[in-house]
């Protein structure tokens, strides 16, 4: 039987969430953008509400929520802060604070995972490099085991949360090379404390989504405890790609929760936009385009509710982590690139005030954007994935 609707407890959960965040949120979102940060209180809001962290265990400081819960979560984030910053913030703490509450030893999840649930902590992702972004496994940073400790040198970048996880001494899910002679062989992953001694960071200035820092760090003899390992010792990338379909599916939420976010403020304008004497809602020009991408996000929103359902399944143990992972790439490979096109299509609806800051439409151009150039996996990886799935790796588009 296929029932496309949602549970009674998940539409309570979005219009709930929704009203909240129109309060404590929506308010707040040009100032999130122009000011480059996310207010404490929004933060304390999130925390209080339980929607930090919501999907890891009670016993962590979460709600064990579902992962369609989850991704309800990041829709309504990115409706009211369009930008996404602040859908950012959640969806990278709630993929991998998963990660670090199924593979992490109990007592360091617990630690870990309880702080940042009440908003006093922070989990992020620490994978790319300068030479390696998409090639996951082509990463140099190094960890050495040395006396009970294992030592760590090299160098991460495009960082999300820099600032927010030094300041509330937070850190990383950190990919690491543990038998560099062994390729995807030899990775592992181990959790590292941000404000370890060792740790240079830096900024870059980000067009969009501006409310939470990206930057990079190098790391010099970084020591950090030998049960920081989350998981097994050289078997870190199927964890890191668990980690990356359960963030890409969050990833397309919150891109088409911008882009219908910003179908509703267009649709508002055009209805009482009046030109010749007619709204300019009732001139089919400005009326079809907005039908089609009305469609086509809704379409891709059935996609992104698959791939949520999907990793649900692959948590109960019924499907494989393969399966879920292509529901996972087909869903950020058609968000991010409607979500830009549409919301640019709504600007050509509202005209040259489109173009300007009194709307919301350009920042939510800016935040959308960054995960249309790569941000999670560039989109001919999503590509390649989808097509390993339907061709098979005998007719992969190039010779490994």
Request: proline share 4%; charged share 25%; aromatic share 10%.
């Amino acid at each position: 039987m296929v029932d496309f609707g949602f549970s009674e407890e998940e539409e309570v959960f979005r219009e709930t969430l929704r009203e909240l965040l129109s309060e404590v949120l929506a308010p707040r979102a040009r100032e999130i953008d122009n000011k480059c940060r996310i207010p404490d209180e929004v933060i304390k809001a999130l925390a209080e509400n339980g929607i930090l962290l919501l999907t890891v265990k009670p016993e962590y400081g979460g709600q064990g929520a579902s992962w369609v819960m989850g991704t309800i979560a990041t829709e309504e984030l990115a409706r009211a802060d369009p930008s996404v910053a602040t859908a950012v913030f959640h969806l990278v703490e709630a993929s991998w604070g998963k990660i670090v509450e199924r593979y992490a030893k109990p007592e360091l999840a617990k630690e870990i995972l309880s702080k940042a649930a009440r908003g006093e902590g922070f989990v992020g992702i620490n994978s790319t490099e300068p030479q390696s972004g998409s090639d996951v496994a082509g990463f140099k940073t190094l960890a050495k085991k040395e006396d009970g400790y294992w030592v760590l040198n090299g160098e991460k970048t495009f960082i999300s949360g820099i600032v927010e996880a030094k300041e509330l001494d937070g850190g990383y899910v950190t990919l690491v090379k543990t038998k560099p002679e062994a390729g995807s062989r030899g990775m592992s992953i181990v959790w590292l404390p941000i404000n370890s001694p060792g740790i240079e960071t830096g900024l870059f200035e980000d067009m969009g989504r501006c409310g939470i820092s990206t930057g990079w760090m190098r790391l010099n003899n970084v020591k950090i405890p030998e049960d920081y390992v989350i998981g097994e010792v050289n078997e870190g990338f199927g964890i890191a790609m668990e980690g990356f379909n359960r963030a890409r599916v969050f990833v397309a939420a919150g891109c088409t929760g911008s882009a219908m976010g910003m179908f509703d403020y267009t649709r508002e304008y055009v209805k009482n936009r009046v030109v010749f004497n007619r709204s300019l809602a009732s001139f089919e020009g400005i009326q079809f385009p907005l039908v089609d991408y009305y469609s086509k996000l809704e379409a891709t929103r059935l996609v992104i509710y698959k791939a949520a359902w999907m990793i649900d399944q692959f948590d109960q143990g019924n499907v494989t982590l393969k399966e879920a992972g292509q529901w996972a790439a087909m869903a950020k490979l058609l968000a991010p690139e409607l979500s830009v096109d549409a919301i640019k299509e709504f600007m050509k609806a509202t005209g040259a005030y489109g173009y300007t800051k009194d709307t919301p439409l350009e920042m939510a151009l800016r935040g959308v954007m960054s995960y249309y150039v790569g941000a999670e996996g560039g989109q001919n990886i999503m590509r390649l994935i989808v097509g390993r799935f339907l061709f098979g790796k005998e007719h992969l588009p190039y010779k490994k």
